[in-house]
């Protein structure tokens, strides 16, 4: 596949992103979408929640434009701002912005981490009124019936300044996502690598392992993805303990002492 | 008195220079007469050295210098047009040729040897920056140009103007500095001013005068001078070159190298005689000189080894009788320089706590040396240092003497695996593996008393450290295995206790449990299970018939450990194979104790948690009141216990809760109660789900012991901090040398802190206008290349750029920038008794407004003052902790901070810096109120207090944190600087100014 430009409004995902549901998410989605209801994905990095939304993007065949929300993250970035071109000023539309318009789904990854003045655009959208207030150009936008505002955040890093108030919170249908069950995992980790079945389960058992030393040390355990990448490298042919150094081990910690003893665990399991 | 040995003339060794060099060649001499030849012209004068007859009998100079009666002499052209100055070349230096009146051109033999020595001492140096040459009676400056060219700095002093002016044409003026002064007078100078030198030249004349007609006198002037030579070196002195030449009196090179090692003993002296040679090869005398130097202490060419006697004359320094050092420094002639080298530096540094030590060490160093290597040796000395410290000399020396059985147990730690080292590692690794948190420690035999995993504290079994790490794992699992498999679901001492010879019972049952727990890791972790394997290739290898049977069927998947106990009594009679590395012991009582407070202690616990569960699903119920019949005849509790698979717990199955029917999400502590029950009894019993009452709180440990009591008692050391100190002679840490306690300080609740804002209402109000400006706030940058709004200033000015044809910024936006502050600040108080009266008022007053400008601010902040006597009793007082508001019971606490004892800094930074770093702030600072320098009872004062409080404080910065100190010593700033760095403190000339200053201080500090 080579690259090629796109217009985040014209992404539309035609191939199915596989993606395996652990309880009623899918319908509870569509529900949502159907009712013009706002999503809020809970859950710890590496659970499925961006795969969820292209795989909901896909089947409801929106275009998916997302975001990843950082500290400097303010309003105008999202909405949009002028532009200085050819000593013209120049109104130029921030991603949701475009969403609205296309009617596509806005996906706002980490949404604790923006700033304080998100909340001013994303009230209006995620209540009954959705519309998004352009100040700056003196207009009202009114959503259509297509558009879908998703947001996520990991409520395992917590902090008292970055927290998800209430009046925000309360605007959104919740979906919590978590490491699937054993059985489950290791069905993904088969299907989107392709190793043989007795060793995802090895991988799965190894995971256990990790999640165990949370908050010991560790800050998360390892995550659906990482296995997945662990997976990846044994099916190329690297040895599995190799690859679980590189891509579990190495991913989850710095500290000397730690990595030694996930280097252990994962040495003791294969 | 040391008698030093003198300096013997056997030891003079020659330096010759020899001609033709460049443009100069000694062409003849003799009757009292040179002739050489400098650059186009031949020059003659006389030397007192040239006796004999020359070979020439007629030589025809260009220039010939006649002396006159008394002193001085003249030049005299042997034809007309000839220069009286010129240049030469000397191996491409330029020499500049001036006939001086008294008889010098160019620049004599001795000047190129010294030159010679600085270049090569000079440009072998390799560990300093600069290099600071003193050059004393330094005349044409040829000698200055050399050490210049090699790199150096240089101070040229001569008292006579004309050469003086040579001198610059030789030397230029970048890095040198020409003084024209009597040389005497000049280094009186240098010494009140406390200059020092890497490199000092002395080519003393016999006679001289100085500009304002100071009269110098070799015979006289020369002892004295160079008894200052001691007070002009550098530490990192590279040489001295002290040489004469003429005089009524003939010197001898080893009287010259005598005068110099009785003021510097302890180096290399080399006299030498200085000559040149002709160009037919014969030898001209041209005075006398001694080097001085110290070779141990450079990267120098050569590195040769020093023979017995110069190590001995080095270790001479360091002991206190007579030839202590002479059959040490004979036993370490025969090692490489390196290793001398190295025997020397520690020598110097033991000789620095105690010269008896000193000796011990050298005494037993080269046997240390036979039995390890460097790193080994200077663990040795380290350890017998700290024998030293803690128990006296006579320990310390019997340490010295028991070298083997040190280097036995060091040889021993090398490959082997300390406990410690691994403890870490371990630990996280057995809780990754699963089920109850097992603690590790060090104990005698590896064993499990089923919540603590005991390890041997070193492994040295096999040769590699991986291999005993392999083991020290192999263990581990060993013993989780113990308690995840079921092992002590049975009770094992019971089952043994029925048997006659239960040791032997046990014996049996453990080899065939090890059997099980070893085919369960096989199915679980192949991959440790094919680490263990070759562990127990003799026991395998020692298995009869029985023990194979036995094998078998416990290698079942569905073995039990009760399967193991049926089994017993096959084995019993058998040989008994030998127990696996990993095995270790089983000690059932203590598994047993252990296990029943457990057992109480989860039953308790769970059905606290089953209660409190209750009370949140259920909050309008009545804890006491049963509402159903239901109700009264479960005892209370309405919880259902169902089973459900669950494949990552060993029996396959786990617990739910149920709530009349319906599942109730367990939270965490639920779970881990239950599992821990599972793991103990394989099952949770109904009897559990049954109430305790109301209020069914375990009687837990009696409270602990306050500190005060703790101090007065005899538990000297318990809840105390130890800290290390650092020792600056040493260069070392003192182990856990420094006993820390914290206490609250004794609150005072007499409105202190409103007598002091009413005094200073003014002020207050003040502060806190100023204080408020400060807090975090978002300014609006202009100009940025990208933001949130146009800067329609900046648009203009930018189209009018476009319109004159110049280039548009891009940098049109305004952004709007948020400062935040994010600042912990810790306040170190000086509670010594030197802040008695005034200062303690000021210091109180200071905290009293410094408190509301923080509060207004909203930085994090805490006190404590400290104080203490000895090492064994630092105290640090509580006043505010992080996380306390600043509530009347702080502002009493202010108030009741009384002046105590003396003030043991080290120890309190690092205790203060430990809490500092357990916030969360970008910016972390700690401020120290005091009023003086450290000192405390015993040798904590000087240089040593000093030093620590310094490498305190470097730990502190390294850990990120920003050390300030606010004093009111007016004689702080020679050691502050030293402590805290040029910056880092502010002195307070008046008390009476501390309260006002200590705010502004704090606001510069952090805006």
């Known amino acids: 596949m080579t690259a090629q430009v796109l217009k985040p409004e014209e992404y539309f995902i035609t191939e199915e992103p596989y993606y395996e549901p652990v309880g009623n998410e899918i319908e509870v989605f569509e529900a949502a979408w159907d009712n013009q209801l706002p999503v809020l994905l809970k859950g710890p990095t590496g659970c499925g929640k961006t795969r969820f939304m292209e795989h909901m993007a896909w089947r409801l065949k929106r275009p998916l434009i997302t975001v990843s929300c950082h500290d400097d993250l303010t309003a105008s970035d999202l909405v949009g701002r002028f532009l200085i071109r050819g000593g013209e000023t120049v109104w130029v539309d921030g991603p949701l912005s475009r969403a609205v318009r296309a009617g596509g789904i806005c996906y706002l990854d980490e949404i604790v981490e923006a700033r304080k003045d998100t909340t001013v655009v994303i009230h209006p959208l995620a209540d009954d009124r959705r519309v998004l207030p352009m100040e700056k150009l003196g207009e009202l936008l009114e959503a259509g019936d297509d558009f879908c505002m998703a947001i996520s955040y990991n409520p395992g890093y917590q902090s008292v300044l970055k927290d998800l108030k209430q009046s925000t919170r309360q605007r959104f249908v919740a979906l919590e996502f978590d490491y699937p069950s054993p059985e489950l995992e290791a069905k993904i980790i088969v299907r989107e690598s392709g190793i043989e079945p007795p060793l995802a389960e090895q991988l799965v058992k190894f995971a256990q392992m990790t999640r165990n030393l949370k908050g010991s040390g560790l800050e998360e355990g390892a995550s659906t993805r990482l296995l997945v990448h662990a997976a990846k490298l044994v099916k190329s042919g690297i040895d599995p303990v190799a690859a679980c150094r590189s891509s579990i081990a190495q991913a989850l910690t710095d500290d000397e002492e730690m990595l030694a003893a996930v280097n252990e665990l994962s040495a003791s399991v294969f | 008195m040391v008698q030093l040995p003198t300096v013997a003339a056997s030891e003079v060794r020659c330096a010759r220079i020899d001609t033709p060099l460049g443009d100069y060649e000694l062409l003849d001499f ?160 240098l010494l009140r001013r406390q200059q020092r030198f890497d490199m000092i030249v002395l080519p003393v004349p016999p006679l001289g005068h100085g500009p304002r007609g100071q009269l110098w006198d070799r015979e006289v002037d020369l002892p004295r001078l160079v008894r200052h030579l001691p007070r002009l070196v550098s530490d990192d002195c590279l040489g001295i070159w002290l040489s004469t030449d003429g005089g009524a009196i003939t010197w001898k090179a080893e009287s010259l190298g005598q005068l110099l090692r009785e003021v510097l003993p302890g180096h290399t002296i080399e006299p030498l005689q200085l000559e040149v040679a002709s160009v037919d090869g014969r030898v001209l005398p041209a005075g006398v000189a001694a080097r001085w130097f110290d070779d141990t202490e450079f990267l120098q060419t050569g590195g040769q080894p020093l023979t017995a006697a110069q190590l001995e004359e080095r270790l001479d320094a360091h002991m206190i009788s007579i030839g202590a050092a002479e059959g040490p420094a004979r036993a370490l002639a025969d090692h490489p320089r390196e290793t001398q080298d190295f025997v020397l530096r520690c020598a110097a540094m033991v000789a620095r706590t105690s010269s008896g030590m000193a000796f011990n060490f050298v005494a037993h160093v080269c046997g240390a040396l036979r039995l390890m290597d460097e790193a080994g040796v200077e663990a040795w000395l380290l350890h017998c240092m700290d024998v030293y410290d803690t128990r006296g000399l006579h320990p310390a020396v019997a340490a010295f003497k028991e070298v083997e059985g040190f280097a036995r147990s060091y040889r021993a730690r090398q490959t082997g695996v300390a406990f410690e080292d691994v403890a870490g590692v371990l630990e996280a690794f057995v809780h990754g593996l699963n089920g109850r948190r097992l603690k590790l420690e060090a104990g005698e035999h590896p064993y499990t008393d089923s919540e603590t995993i005991f390890l041997p504290p070193t492994l040295s079994r096999f040769e590699g450290r991986d291999a005993n790490f392999q083991l020290y794992k192999a263990m581990v699992v060993h013993q989780w295995a113990q308690t995840w498999f079921g092992t002590w679901r049975l009770d094992v001492a019971a089952a043994v206790d029925r048997y006659a010879d239960s040791e032997r019972a046990l014996a049996c049952f453990h080899g065939l449990e090890t059997l099980r727990l070893d085919a369960c890791i096989e199915r679980q972790l192949p991959g440790i299970h094919r680490q263990m394997r070759p562990l127990r290739a003799a026991t395998d290898a020692g298995m009869d018939q029985r023990w194979r049977l036995a094998a078998a069927q416990l290698g079942r998947p569905g073995a039990t450990v009760d399967d193991s106990l049926g089994l017993l009594d096959s084995v019993l009679d058998a040989p008994l194979p030998e127990p696996a590395a990993y095995q270790g012991v089983l000690r059932p009582q203590e598994v047993a104790r252990v296990r029943k407070a457990r057992i109480d202690a989860d039953r308790q616990r769970f059905r606290m948690v089953l209660m409190k569960l209750k009370q949140e699903l259920r909050p309008d119920e009545d804890a006491g009141a049963p509402e159903s019949e239901q109700q009264e005849a479960d005892g209370g509790l309405p919880f259902r216990l169902k089973k459900v698979e669950a494949q990552d717990s060993v029996d396959g199955f786990a617990f739910e809760i149920e709530l009349d029917g319906r599942p109730v999400p367990a939270p965490g502590n639920v779970r881990s109660v239950m599992a821990s029950i599972l793991q103990d009894l394989g099952d949770i019993p109904e009897e559990y789900l049954h109430a305790a009452g109301d209020g069914a709180y375990f009687a837990g440990d009696t409270g602990e012991r306050s500190a005060e009591d703790v101090w007065k008692g005899t538990y000297h050391e318990e809840g105390a901090f130890l800290y290390n100190e650092w020792d600056y002679e040493r260069q070392n840490y003192r182990k856990n040398w420094a006993v820390v306690r914290e206490m609250d300080v004794h609150p005072s609740y007499d409105h202190f802190v409103d007598r002091t804002l009413h005094k200073y209402r003014g002020l207050a109000m003040e502060l806190r206008r100023t204080f408020e400006a400060l807090r975090g706030e978002d300014r609006l940058l202009k100009k940025q290349p990208y933001g949130d709004d146009v800067d329609i200033d900046a648009l203009v000015e930018a189209l009018a750029d476009a319109r004159h044809g110049e280039e548009m910024s891009e940098r049109l936006f305004t952004k709007l920038h948020k400062l935040e502050r994010d600042i912990a600040v810790m306040f170190m108080v000086d509670m010594s008794g030197s802040t008695k009266g005034w200062i303690n008022d000021a210091e109180r007053e200071a905290l009293a407004l410094l408190c509301e400008s923080l509060e207004t601010l909203g930085d994090r902040y805490a006190i404590y003052g400290f104080s203490g006597m000895t090492r064994k009793r630092c105290e640090i007082y509580r006043v505010k902790r992080f996380d306390e508001p600043y509530d009347e019971t702080v502002r009493a606490r202010i108030s009741g901070i009384r002046p105590r004892d003396y003030t043991r800094m080290g120890a309190t930074i690092r205790h203060l810096g430990g809490l500092l770093n357990e916030v969360e702030a970008r910016t972390r600072l700690l401020v120290t109120l005091s009023d003086g320098k450290p000192d405390d009872y015993d040798a904590y004062r000087g240089a040593y207090g000093i030093e620590d409080t310094r490498m305190a404080l470097i730990e502190a910065k390294r850990s990120g944190i920003h050390p300030f100190c606010i004093t009111i010593d007016t004689e702080a700033r020679d050691y502050l600087s030293h402590m805290y760095g040029a910056v880092n403190y502010a002195v307070i000339d008046e008390v009476r100014k501390l309260p006002l200053k200590v705010s502004d201080i704090y606001r510069r500090l952090t805006s």
Do not use: K
Request: charged share 30%; with cysteine; net charge negative.
């Open chain 2, 30 to 189: 003799g009757g009292g007469r040179r002739l050489e030849r400098w650059g186009p012209w031949l020059v003659e004068r006389p030397d007192v050295h040239a006796t004999g007859a020359p070979r020439d009998a007629n030589w025809s100079a260009d220039w010939v210098f006649l002396r006159e009666l008394g002193a001085g002499g003249h030049w005299e052209p042997t034809r007309s047009g000839l220069p009286s100055r010129w240049e030469a070349s000397l191996g491409g230096e330029r020499v500049h040729c001036r006939l001086g009146s008294d008889g010098r051109v160019g620049v004599e033999a001795r000047d190129l040897l010294i030159g010679r020595w600085l270049r090569e001492r000079i440009e072998g140096c390799y560990d300093l920056d600069e290099i600071r040459v003193l050059n004393l009676f330094a005349g044409n400056g040829y000698v200055s140009s050399q050490a210049l060219a090699a790199g150096a700095t240089v101070v040229h002093v001569d008292a006579d103007a004309a050469m003086i002016e040579l001198a610059r044409s030789h030397c230029g003026d970048e890095q040198v500095e020409f003084v024209r002064e009597n040389v005497m007078d000049y280094v009186e100078d």
